[in-house]
């Protein structure tokens, strides 16, 4: 039969209070509470503290505190004992975890079972330790993770009630992407937001913890954002601007660069001399792209030749240390300088309004559309059809067609219409072949 007993061990006006636990006569533990005494006021036969009456009543509240703590860590013990399971060992490190478990408001297990106190070990115990493909989860994913659990710890405080892990279902998902949009997010943003949460939710059963069956229905999604693009004739109007000022000048340069090169801000702006590589005579920049650590070769056109040539050899002044600086800058000027080109096709976008504080879709002239994105796009689109879609992607370092297509907007049925355009090629080139074959006979 389990017995608690408490004891002191010291005759200090605080001495600490321990519980004796006792389950056979073999197995008795023994583990600090977090309450004192003094020895004058402890009856050691019975194990608690003297009642006495003749108090303040300050010292006569506080003595039927510390009576009602030791009844009631002593009852939490004995119903943990009850309730154990078979895999739990009894023994001094499991008392002493019980101790510890009634003055924090439960077992740790039962502790985690709250969204709240889940959300704080994922950060701590878990998150830093996730990989990917075998590999550590890169700093930036580690800080998307923590993003996305501060905002849910801000869903959480909009609930009528307190969630556990076994709470979130789709419903409760659905109730953190109406938050989400209420915050100004893009829905692009909202959708990975929910993605994440399943991730995040999932790894709860390393713990036992145990989750909803609707976790899994749970998806993430995306909507078609427009992203503009450079005609040919758009691109050629801007290398033909007659400019003065040394920034836009500057951004113009990358502008040209991006175009030919096909990449990201985050890899256009960290090119550099060091990464020339020549290969069979020809000159190549040597990558790997900073968001998805995909190596590429870009050839180096002429175009961007003839930047480099005209900077003896070196790439534009980086706009910023900070590459989210940087990219701000390179927007704004990007803008400029399209607007001095007569750029202003109207175009169906995204506009931040500064007013409402979140983006505002509709049609806009294109100088006030462009970023920094319109250089990849305006590479795929401006040789898509020109060049085998393999090379370009080889470039642009797409990993598949179906994704290729998708970021260039070509669906089945424009390459349906492109079928035509095929069968007229070689029809004509038939119709050439036979008129050549007859004039020779």
């Not at 977090?34 to 036969?45: G, H, M, Y």
């Not at 943990?80 to 439960?106: C, F, H, P, V």
């Not at 580690?142 to 659990?149: F, Y």
């Not at 009528?160 to 109406?178: E, H, M, P, Q």
Request: proline share 3%; with cysteine; glycine share 4%.
């Amino acid at each position: 039969m389990a017995t608690v007993k408490f004891i002191i061990q010291s005759k200090k006006p605080s001495a600490v209070i321990y519980v004796r636990f006792s389950i056979g006569s073999n197995q008795v533990y023994k583990r600090k509470t977090r309450e004192t005494v003094n020895p004058e006021n402890w009856n050691a036969k019975k194990g608690g503290v003297v009642q006495r009456t003749a108090l303040t009543r300050e010292a006569l509240q506080n003595q039927t505190e510390q009576i009602n703590t030791l009844t009631k860590l002593e009852s939490f013990i004995l119903e943990q004992y009850r309730k154990r399971n078979e895999t739990e060992i009894i023994n001094g490190d499991w008392l002493a975890e019980i101790i510890d478990a009634y003055y924090s408001g439960g077992r740790k297990i039962e502790r985690l079972d709250f969204i709240e106190n889940y959300l704080e070990h994922y950060k701590t115990d878990i998150l830093p330790f996730r990989k990917y493909k075998g590999k550590p989860i890169t700093k930036g994913t580690r800080q998307k993770h923590l993003t996305i659990v501060d905002k849910f710890q801000e869903f959480l405080k909009t609930e009528k009630k307190r969630l556990k892990v076994s709470d979130y279902n789709i419903s409760a998902g659905n109730r953190f992407v109406t938050f989400l949009r209420g915050q100004n997010l893009s829905d692009n943003t909202v959708g990975k937001y929910l993605k994440y949460t399943k991730t995040i939710f999932k790894d709860a059963k390393i713990d036992n913890i145990e989750v909803h069956d609707q976790l899994s229905e749970i998806k993430g999604f995306t909507v078609d954002t427009p992203t503009p693009y450079l005609k040919p004739e758009e691109l050629q109007r801007i290398q033909e601007l007659l400019i003065v000022n040394e920034k836009l000048e500057q951004t113009r340069d990358w502008l040209i660069i991006g175009c030919y090169t096909g990449q990201r801000a985050s890899d256009l702006f960290r090119m550099t001399p060091e990464k020339f590589v020549t290969i069979n005579g020809k000159e190549f920049i040597n990558l790997s792209q900073k968001k998805t650590k995909t190596p590429v070769l870009v050839p180096i056109h002429t175009e961007v030749k003839k930047i480099l040539d005209k900077r003896k050899g070196f790439f534009p002044a980086q706009f910023s240390i900070n590459l989210e600086s940087a990219k701000t800058i390179f927007n704004e000027n990007l803008k400029k300088i399209c607007k001095l080109a007569g750029i202003d096709r109207p175009e169906y976008g995204r506009v931040y309004d500064e007013v409402k504080k979140h983006y505002v879709f509709g049609n806009y002239p294109l100088h006030d559309l462009v970023s920094s994105h319109i250089c990849r796009r305006t590479f795929a689109t401006m040789y898509y059809s020109k060049i085998p879609t393999a090379i370009i992607m080889s470039v642009t370092g797409h990993r598949t067609e179906t994704e290729f297509l998708g970021y260039i907007g070509i669906d089945n049925s424009t390459l349906s219409e492109q079928m035509y355009s095929y069968w007229e090629q070689l029809d004509h080139k038939e119709n050439k072949d036979d008129l050549v074959i007859k004039n020779v006979n």
